[in-house]
């Protein structure tokens, strides 16, 4: 079910009136219920990959409670790995087996070898590479006694599955989540309006922004050959709009539904295209899984409390991990590797930690260092998007060799009356994060003392927006990994 | 939770009910469900479900050109019968006709299929779609089901206004005022639709060879099936007429004569043996209300001598 869809607009309001008013009195309904809803909404897309969830719950479910009751190291170091092998078990299998194959293939036939193989028709789950992960992360904390393993059943199913974040996240910690399901939620009208307000604005940005400019980048990138320089540069700005607008409305989405439910995700995206430097941009983009990352891979590595070689083999490692967890493709990998160049030197000249403060904090505009700072950072990232959307390594090298060879012929392919609004609704964009840029989200009016009819009138015109000038309904970018 | 439910309720309100007012003003020009990007096959899709005419004996399928040019009402005086349902669309190339041929022609089971062509049906093709979504609808017959399974709130609201126009008038191309067998004449004497349009020629160089082999797709499938096929080649304004047309069409219709020969259907009915006056146009190759009489009188006597001729 798309969040952006008729099924998700009938199915919240139902969900929502039975969890309040008819499951409220008890936690062990909420939960079930919450499971139920959870099971219908994946199940709404294909019914039989339910199972796949089911399985890997209950695997973590079980090597949780084993772990507790395990003292010898050995035999919880065993339980960990059966967790490991199931949950990445499933994911190489149904994510990365072709490419695994095809890589293999390649590789022979380079050097001059055959090699029969047989490819597999596999119909890559939605949301494994999420749901896995969370689950992976239980059993990680568990194993490390940072957490206490669960008995409650429906509980743990209900975090492993919970609708608004199952299919493209934010990864949710068990630590943070699980403990939500503890406790009976009570309605919170502030975190509810909220909620909706979070919802409304990624709706913009996913409807607005992403479906608009996805036009334009599936134009861009499909004819490159037939584009001017600047339209492929535009075609790559677009393109980090599309995926900002994609992932993070996305992610507004389920933060702002898992409100109604009375539950706090964590956040996802901070504004990441005000960023003063890469390392910055990473704090600020898709932090679920740039922290995941860090916790359960970068600092069991050694971090960066280690020799400089060493450092420079984790932040490789952790960056390649991080564009391969995105799709089996080489694209992935490099834009991975991409990132990893651009972030050593800030970690190697201890320049990492250096803009943790909100840019231009306590004034209207940046001064032009931060300008120049923010332009370089996007400039760096619209670069590595090239390569994250090109559909090979050599589609991605060929846009980059026509944006050098057609540099200066006028824009072709470009129909301006139809980017002009793309580019009002990106500017209104910019502006309206760039004003609440220390708020949690754009339409974070908490405090704010706006009178109704303002508020209101800001809503409706969003609403308008959404409905007139929406793009073509498409898929969430993130559903595909 | 009251006062959340009640400003919710009071906030959606304000949008859904002067929304619902609009809807239940034009409930008869709810538009069809978004099952292809064309809204003018979209509505005839609709036409077809809502008209459910059991085994039609006739049915035309094709471009704008049958949809425009073939007059209803001199197709029953001449075939002396009631029972006849005109399938084509704005758009439609040869390779649609072939789609919606095979799909729903098992269902309608019709005894004779009329075609008038013209070389623009053999472009490339623009419109996005799933055959197999067109015959379970048509199959279907649930409109509600698939609007709620194609639903496009942006797509529904536009098109509800537009339909407004476009199902009362009869002086545009959006025209969609069709008659009671799914026909639309485009009214008017003298009637220049777009001046661009009126000058156009026919491009020869955007015809898709593959066209070809879905005409002969049709024709194969039709014979199989023990139906008749009439194809009737429309004409172009008179004033258009110059020797290029003249030489690129011949080629064109021979090619298309001999997919009718090999597959044993009729020879194509020629419209273009005579001259047509500008007068009878809406652009190059769309005739008004007037122009669809006459040639539909023309190509259906022709066909009757021919087939008295056989006799």
Redesign the interface.
């Known amino acids: 079910m798309l969040f952006n869809s008729l099924d998700f607009a009938i199915f919240l309001p139902i969900v929502f009136l039975i969890y309040w008013f008819v499951v409220n009195k008890n936690l062990r309904y909420q939960n079930f219920f919450i499971l139920f809803a959870s099971y219908v909404f994946y199940g709404w897309w294909d019914w039989r990959f339910l199972s796949l969830i089911i399985f890997s719950s209950f695997v973590d479910y079980t090597i949780g409670i084993q772990l507790s009751k395990r003292e010898k190291p050995n035999i919880r170091k065993l339980l960990l790995l059966a967790s490991i092998f199931v949950n990445i078990g499933f994911l190489g299998f149904f994510k990365y087996y072709n490419f695994f194959l095809e890589s293999f293939t390649d590789a022979f036939s380079f050097f001059g070898q055959s090699f029969e193989s047989n490819r597999l028709n596999i119909i890559l789950p939605v949301g494994i590479s999420f749901y896995t992960f969370q689950t992976l992360s239980y059993s990680i904390d568990v194993y490390k006694r940072k957490l206490k393993p669960t008995r409650n059943f429906v509980a743990f199913f209900a975090f492993v599955s919970f609708f608004p974040q199952l299919v493209a996240g934010p990864i949710e910690r068990a630590v943070n989540l699980l403990p939500q399901f503890y406790i009976k939620r009570k309605f919170e009208y502030s975190r509810a309006i909220d909620g909706m307000r979070q919802i409304l604005w990624g709706l913009f940005k996913k409807v607005v922004i992403a479906d608009n400019c996805a036009y334009f980048v599936n134009d861009i990138f499909n004819h490159h050959t037939h584009c001017s320089g600047l339209a492929l540069i535009l075609g790559a700005v677009l393109f980090a709009f599309q995926i900002y607008g994609d992932f993070s409305g996305y992610s507004d989405i389920a933060i702002g539904t898992a409100r109604l439910f009375g539950f706090n995700l964590m956040r996802n995206f901070a504004f990441p295209y005000f960023s003063r430097d890469i390392a910055e941009f990473w704090r600020r983009w898709h932090i679920s899984l740039s922290t995941w990352f860090r916790d359960y891979v970068y600092i069991p590595l050694g971090g960066s409390k280690v020799g400089k070689f060493k450092i420079v083999r984790n932040i490789f490692i952790i960056f390649v991990v991080s564009g391969f967890w995105h799709g089996a493709n080489w694209t992935f990998i490099a834009w991975g590797a991409l990132n990893a160049i651009y972030f050593l030197p800030l970690l190697l000249l201890k320049q990492n930690r250096r803009n943790l403060n909100i840019v231009a904090e306590s004034k209207t505009l940046p001064n032009l260092r931060e300008l120049l700072q923010i332009g370089l950072t996007f400039t760096l990232t619209v670069f590595a998007w090239i390569f994250f959307r090109a559909d090979s390594l050599p589609h991605a090298f060929s846009y980059l060799n026509f944006i050098a060879l057609n540099l200066l012929e006028p824009p072709a392919r470009i129909e301006l009356m139809k980017l002009l609004p793309v580019i009002l609704w990106i500017v209104l964009l910019i502006i309206t994060e760039w004003i609440q840029r220390d708020k949690q989200h754009a339409l974070q009016l908490n405090g704010m003392n706006i009178p109704r009819v303002v508020r209101w009138g800001i809503y409706y015109s969003i609403i308008f927006i959404l409905f007139y000038f929406g793009g073509s309904q498409q898929e969430f970018i993130y559903f595909q990994f | 939770?009251k006062?959340?439910l009640k400003?919710?309720l009071f906030?959606f309100g304000?949008?859904f009910v002067p929304i619902s007012f609009i809807i239940l003003a034009l409930s008869s020009y709810i538009p069809g469900p978004k099952i292809t990007n064309s809204y003018s096959y979209n509505e005839k899709m609709k036409f077809i479900v809502e008209r459910n005419i059991q085994e039609p004996q006739l049915i035309a399928v094709g471009s704008s050109i049958t949809f425009n040019n073939l007059n209803s009402n001199v197709v029953l005086e001449e075939f002396k019968t009631n029972s006849y349902l005109n399938l084509s669309s704005w758009g439609l190339r040869m390779n649609d006709s072939y789609l919606l041929t095979t799909q729903l022609l098992p269902t309608l089971k019709p005894n004779t299929v009329i075609m008038m062509s013209s070389p623009v049906d053999f472009y490339g093709s623009t419109i996005k779609y799933n055959s197999k979504n067109i015959k379970d609808f048509v199959d279907d017959k649930n409109l509600l089901k698939y609007h709620?399974k194609f639903?496009?709130?942006?797509y529904f609201?536009k098109r509800l206004v537009t339909n407004y126009i476009n199902f009362n008038t009869n002086d545009i191309y959006k025209s969609l005022n069709y008659d009671r067998f799914g026909g639309v004449m485009l009214n008017g004497q003298n009637l220049v639709i777009n001046e661009l349009r009126w000058n156009q020629q026919v491009g020869f160089e955007y015809i898709w060879p593959a066209q070809y082999y879905y005409l002969d797709s049709i024709t194969s499938f039709l014979s199989e099936n023990g139906i008749e096929l009439i194809f009737i080649q429309s004409p172009i304004r008179a004033g258009l007429v110059n020797d290029f047309f003249i030489q690129n069409i011949k080629k064109h219709k021979h090619k298309v004569d001999s997919i009718l020969f090999k597959n044993s259907q009729n020879s194509m009915i020629d419209c273009i043996d005579t001259i047509w006056s500008d007068n009878l146009f809406v652009d190059f190759q769309h005739l008004n209300e007037t122009g669809a009489k006459e040639i539909t009188k023309y190509w259906t006597r022709k066909y009757f001598k021919d087939k008295m001729h056989l006799q």
Request: glycine share 0%.
């Open positions: 939770m006062k959340f400003n919710n906030f304000l949008i709620y639903f496009d709130s942006k609201m």
